[in-house]
Antibody, heavy 122, light 107 residues
């Protein structure tokens, strides 16, 4: 059974960089069968896809966040990471990592982490 | 357009059938998937592809699509089905899209 677990600071100051890591267990990122995504959900609001990475390091980002987002992968640790720069209060959200099986006709997420709340505040 | 639109709220009487819809141009070309989210929990995939249920999802959940509209149907809604439901798909550029979510109340 694949499991994903987010980790990182729960509080970030405005204008700083938010950094989170997702550790994958029960499956290998290096298998090449999946994309690995970050998704966020502001309190009381809907889901927003941030971007994904492939085991090779190829990335694709939500155009609305592209200028501030970097997703990287460490296959030796079976982890992938998110950096979001120049954060504001609007970036306060629960951040999820998730597995995306890919495929031309789809864009869905079959396994999710439990989520981690990141608050942007001074 | 790279948007998916859902009704904000829907209600259903216990044991009855309810349909939750999702509209968007991308649905003419790509499948929708559906997630159930209960308060304080991560979303759970309930339908993906043409009409596929992950292991453990009850068969009262089904999916369908016509034109630019995808639907999630719950046949014989149970109290435990009360939750937020999100649709998701992709666009021609590869972006992953989410609908705004529908809050389902079981009366």
């Amino acid at each position: 059974q694949v499991q994903l677990q987010e980790s990182g600071p729960g509080l970030v100051k405005p204008s700083q960089t938010l950094s989170l890591t997702c550790t994958v267990s029960g499956g290998s990122i290096s298998s090449g069968d999946y994309y690995w995504s970050w998704i966020r959900q502001p309190p009381g609001k809907g889901l927003e896809w941030i971007g994904y990475i492939y085991y090779s390091g190829s990335t694709y980002y939500n155009p609305s966040l592209k200028s501030r987002v970097t997703i990287s992968v460490d296959t030796s640790k079976n982890q992938f990471s998110l950096k979001l720069s120049s954060v504001t209060a609007a970036d306060t959200a629960v951040y999820y990592c998730a597995r995306d099986p890919g495929g031309y006709s789809y864009g869905f997420f079959d396994y999710w982490g439990q989520g981690t709340l990141v608050t942007v505040s001074s | 357009s790279s948007e998916l639109t859902q009704d904000p709220a829907v209600s259903v009487a216990l044991g009855q059938t309810v349909r939750i819809t999702c509209q968007g141009d991308s649905l003419r070309s790509y499948y929708a998937s559906w997630y159930q989210q209960k308060p304080g929990q991560a979303p759970v995939l309930v339908i993906y592809g043409k009409n596929n249920r992950p292991s453990g999802i009850p068969d009262r959940f089904s999916g369908s699509s016509s034109g630019n509209t995808a639907s999630l149907t719950i046949t014989g809604a149970q109290a435990e089905d009360e939750a937020d439901y999100y649709c998701n798909s992709r666009d021609s550029s590869g972006n992953r899209l989410f609908g705004g979510g529908t809050k389902l109340t079981v009366l």
